[in-house]
């Protein structure tokens, strides 16, 4: 079975700061890996997706994450947060054998401070 | 505009009685969802279906019931049975089973009186 945990469920960082979010894997078979973003009262959207291309993966809103499968994790980050980037932001996991859904973790909620 | 469709919004339940939330989809996609979020636990998944006229359980399947018999369609029956129904319920779909993109619809937030 796969799983996803995501340290830290509140994450704090002042306008123009580095953000990052973490997100380790457990899989037994190479994995998909996704990070989707909540905004409040909102269904998710797709943020970037790692499908065993290239392991640094680049999505909307210049986030970007990097398969690293030593350590087994997909961290999310970007160089510098804007207030807009103030949301819920999960990530999960897929692969191509037993059930075909989207694992989920519990969540990260990011405020920016101004 | 194509999209997927949640309803009602807001939805209380009595004690010992049945619910379905709806969810419609006109993006032409053959799998769906049902996720329940609850704060600080993330989306589990409830039911998905890969095709129409099939199902399967997710991780929480115990108190729901489905259907899907039309590819448009997979509503979501929370019964009596189902004992803290209280969360958020996000429906979704994507293309195909093997496509990760998920749609989402914005939500139902079901309520105990």
């Known amino acids: 079975a796969q799983s996803v945990t995501q340290l830290g469920s509140h994450v704090s960082v002042s306008e123009g700061a580095l953000v990052l979010l973490r997100c380790n894997y457990s899989?037994?078979?190479?994995?998909?890996l996704f990070w989707y973003v909540q905004y409040p009262n909102q269904g998710l959207q797709l943020l970037l997706k790692?499908?065993?291309?290239?392991?640094l993966v680049k999505g909307i809103n210049g986030f970007e994450a990097e398969f690293k499968k030593s350590e087994t994790s997909f961290h999310l980050t970007k160089p510098s947060a804007h207030m807009r980037d103030a949301a819920e932001y999960f990530c999960?996991?897929?692969?191509?054998?037993?059930?075909?859904?989207?694992?989920f973790g519990s969540g990260t909620r990011l405020q920016v401070q101004p | 505009d194509g999209g997927i469709t949640q309803s009602p919004k807001y939805l209380f339940r009595k004690e010992g009685q049945n619910v379905t939330l709806s969810c419609e989809q006109n993006?032409?996609?053959?799998?769906m969802y049902w996720y329940r979020q609850d704060p600080g636990q993330g989306l589990r998944l409830i039911y998905y279906?890969?095709?129409?006229?099939?199902?399967q359980k997710g991780d929480i399947a115990e108190g729901y019931s489905v259907s899907r018999e039309k590819k448009e369609s997979f509503p979501l029956t929370v019964t009596s049975a189902q004992k803290n129904p209280t969360a958020f319920y996000l429906c979704?779909?994507?293309?195909?089973?093997?496509?990760?993109?998920?749609?989402f619809g914005s939500g139902t937030q079901l309520s105990v009186l």
């Open positions: 279906s890969q095709i129409v006229n099939d199902f």
């Open positions: 899989s037994s078979v190479p994995p998909y």
């Open positions: 979704a779909s994507s293309k195909s089973a093997t496509n990760e993109k998920l749609f």
């Open positions: 999960a996991v897929r692969t191509d054998t037993g059930r075909r859904a989207l694992t």
């Open positions: 993006l032409n996609h053959d799998a």
């Open positions: 790692y499908t065993s291309a290239a392991t």
